[in-house]
């Protein structure tokens, strides 16, 4: 399994908000236990895939060039269950920037009904910074197959 | 100009929703990392909430400086802040309480400068 919990970006203005759809499947191992026999997407992944929103959002805005870590969920609220077959629609803003980190507001909705909602606060590590010399780029978003969400959204087509 | 404590009540709020802590955790002499469970990234969140509540801008450094108690900064010697460090601290924290640090100087003593109290100062200043 790959950790990628957004399928395309459909809208994207850089440094100001980005659209990213989920497409919820039965294919996805893991709703056959979460529960089993009423698969629900589990709220954790909707979190996931906010931030990936969120942290692409603000990677881009600085053509990424540091390393934007998830630091902080200052707040995030769920309004119901998802289930297979449904698209979530994650639309991310920008809501502060600074040289340290930045944080996003991110709403979830389903066929235009607001299923969550979050704010997520980023970090900015150096990539210069040997403190930061020993991470392994290939977790971080912007050096994983996960940046196919984000070609996927200009291109129509990608090879992930 | 808001009052002492009007901008006392506000940090309440701030604190509140930044550190999950109830707000009568929030007295001016809480510090907040051991009293109010801060850890590093709480500050970036609380810097950003200030900057919104009170319309200003905080330079990266000026309210919670960075490193300083480095090993290569002449400030501290066997685990004792300088004479020298106690002065950079003067200068770069005039918000901060530091004649109460230079009473028992120890390293790990810096974390409790960061008190509820020093953020009403830093923003007294700042909006005056």
């Known amino acids: ?160 | 100009m808001p009052s002492r404590d009007e901008i006392l009540e506000n940090i309440r709020e701030i604190l509140v929703e930044a550190l999950g802590v109830d707000d009568d955790e929030v007295t001016p002499e809480a510090t907040l990392q051991a009293d109010l469970g801060a850890e590093s990234i709480d500050f970036l969140d609380i810097s950003f909430r200030l900057e919104k509540t009170f319309g200003i801008k905080i330079p990266r450094g000026e309210l919670f400086p960075e490193n300083l108690a480095a090993a290569d900064s002449g400030f501290v010697d066997d685990g004792v802040i300088t004479e020298s460090g106690l002065a950079e601290l003067r200068s770069k924290m005039p918000h901060a309480d530091i004649d109460k640090l230079a009473a028992d100087p120890k390293v790990e003593n810096i974390a409790d400068l960061f008190t509820v109290e020093m953020l009403v100062n830093f923003i007294e200043k700042k909006v005056a």
């Open chain 1, 1 to 160: 399994m790959r950790w990628i919990w957004i399928d395309r970006f459909v809208e994207f203005e850089s440094g100001v908000r980005a659209v990213a759809l989920k497409n919820v499947s039965l294919a996805e191992e893991h709703l056959h236990d979460h529960f089993p026999g009423y698969p629900t997407m589990p709220g954790s992944l909707m979190l996931e895939g906010m931030a990936q929103t969120g942290g692409i959002l603000l990677g881009q805005k600085h053509d990424f060039e540091q390393i934007v870590v998830l630091a902080k969920v200052p707040k995030v609220s769920y309004e119901r269950l998802i289930g297979p077959g449904e698209t979530i629609r994650y639309e991310a803003t920008v809501a502060d920037d600074r040289p340290e980190g930045g944080t996003t507001a991110v709403t979830a909705t389903v066929d235009g009904e607001t299923v969550a909602e979050a704010e997520i606060m980023f970090a900015y590590l150096d990539k210069s910074d040997p403190a930061y010399g020993g991470v392994d780029q290939k977790n971080f978003v912007f050096e994983s197959a996960l940046m196919g969400a984000f070609e996927a959204g200009r291109g129509g087509s990608v090879a992930l």
